[in-house]
């Protein structure tokens, strides 16, 4: 079918607005991040003579290095276990279809829709109890935890999908379940991992409650976390504020603008299984 | 998390006949059982340690008043009568739900119409540049969307600059400190994170209509309003009650972008369930009431999401 040419021209207008409002606040926050520090800057005004030494000084008061070292421990302190179990447990229900698999997925959704903030207040007295409060651990071992609900669901909807044939001419060759999963079923299984990675990364980077509540020391949380204390440090120098915003949420950018096509199809499909 | 109760496939739920067992059989399938578990159990075991306790001592600590320290002491429901019968809490419980009209009806309207307009031209790479643009907002940490609004809504924000330009700067203020204002601001912060979401979902949702239905309608003499309402919408069923889920659960449950763009304020104009808890957990010392509290939120949410599940699931043409 072919659209009307007054459809077309529309329909662009309509998204280039759209991306105009998308872009604006980053725009606005670069522009601010450029003033001369100690300035007080007004809306969008590009300045006349750039200060793109902000940037330097934010890294510095930010300690960049460190957050970023912190953020990456955290990411792969959640993510690959997350991934792991919970491609085990998707095979287990979804495919060798265990006795009480209903039962136990039931359990596994009743978490689904639930919020963080429902957990956060025992989560810390057990963190304290572990005496794990203010280290990484109390952010990566809680994270795993509540990623369960969706990563289950995710992996064993794909592994409900995939032949039992399979399985069963495995077993006929005389494989040993661990082999079946490892040799035949993993491999088979690598897009929706992919995307579960994705989706994983990405939430534990950005994620925020647990890692104010349960961590003090800004160095030791995530990028998102890490972002509320420079905020709290810095709120009224909103030229370096602006310049620490953009340095904390640069490096999400950058693998998202490598992996946009992925992102963008793990975003949707996780949003439409979720 | 974006996640929701879903429409997930189903597929073979019942387990194929087995024959019947000899004694063999039954050995060597009780063992595979056993061994089907071990895979199971290092996430349930996460997921019972660090989710399914924490619930059910969020439930038992509602129940008593306790500063966290001290010893708790039994108060049966009556931290609950307080979420119910406290005029500051309902009203917290009631911004929650306002915001639900911005983070979760106007992403969803908007985006529908955007969707509907933007229905074919995004493919080629002005579809891919669109894409990318409008999921942005999706990828940086919720913080970060706070502190770049927060800047723009402020008073020397772009937002009061070109009010000024226009001639309107009677109307300039400080939009997240403004009594009025400050809630609809916060909204508007969150209906821009999730409407590329929504956009997106939807013109996936709308690329795999059949043509032929547009070719009928318009063959019938429909206009556009027309052709939407019997056909864009009806198809676009499931694809909305994503949408909704996954916005109405980001409304209720809000954090992040209110405790960096207001941290409540002004007075309790702001203040959300999410960030109440937060307070009378680590500020007030008072863990019962937050609990309660907890509790009421997480049902508020399934009372939410339950129903737009089950309306929208499944009877796709």
Redesign the interface.
Known sequence: ?N?SRR??V???V??IV??L??????V??LS?ALQPRGT?????SWPSDPQWGNFADAFTAANMGALLRSSLLIVLGVVPVSVL??T??G????Q????G??L?FG???L????????????????MQDLGLLNTRWAII??L??????????WM??HF??VP?ELSEAARVDGSS?WQL?WRVQVPLARPAIASLTI?MF??T??Q??LA??LVDDATKRT??GA??AF?GQWGTD?VL??AG?LL??TP??IV??IF?RQ??KA??Q????? | ?????????????E??ARPTPTRAHRFRWAR??G??????L???V??????????A??IQ?SLYDWN?IGVARWAGLDNYLTVFTDSDLLKIIGNAVILIVFFSFIPVALGLL?AS?????TTGA?GT?????????????????G???S??LSS???????LRAVGLGGVARAWLGDFDTALPAVGVIGA?VL???C???LV?GMSKID?AL??AARLDGAG?VREFLAVTLPSLRQ?IG??LT?TI?AA??S??IV??STSGGPGLQTTV??LE??RL??SQRQ?GL??AL??V??LL??AC?LPIQRLTRGEKP
């Open positions: 079918m659209l459809e077309q529309t329909g662009r309509f998204l759209l991306i409002v998308t872009l604006l606040p980053f606005s926050m601010a007080v800057p007004t809306g969008l179990i919970a085990m447990a095979f287990g229900l979804g060798l279809r265990v006795p698999a209903r136990v359990l596994f959704l978490g689904l829709t639930l919020p963080f903030e429902a957990v956060v207040t025992p989560l810390y007295y057990q071992l809680p795993i935890g509540l990623y369960m609900p969706f990563a289950v669901f064993r909807a409900t999908n039992v379940t999963f989706l990405l939430w980077w950005n925020f409650l104010i509540v990028m998102a972002l509320g905020q909103l504020l602006c915003s904390i949420l999400t950018l998202f603008l946009q992102f963008i975003l949707i996780g949003s439409v299984k979720g | 998390m974006t996640s929701a109760l879903g429409s997930a496939p189903t597929g073979r739920d387990r194929p595979a059982a061994t089907g578990w071990l895979y199971v290092p996430a349930l996460m997921y019972a340690v660090f989710v399914l306790r924490p619930l001592l969020t600590y966290g955007v307009l933007v229905r074919r031209i002005f540049v669109v894409r990318t643009i409008l999921f942005l907002p999706q990828v940086i940490p919720l913080v970060a969307a502190i770049a609004w800047w723009l020397n924000g772009l937002i009061n600059q070109v821009w409407l590329g979401l956009t997106i979902l996936t043509p547009y070719e556009p694809e994503v949408c996954v659960i209720l449950a954090f992040d405790y960096i369930p999410g808890i937060y957990a680590f863990v937050a609990s907890a509790v939120l997480m949410v399934l999401v």
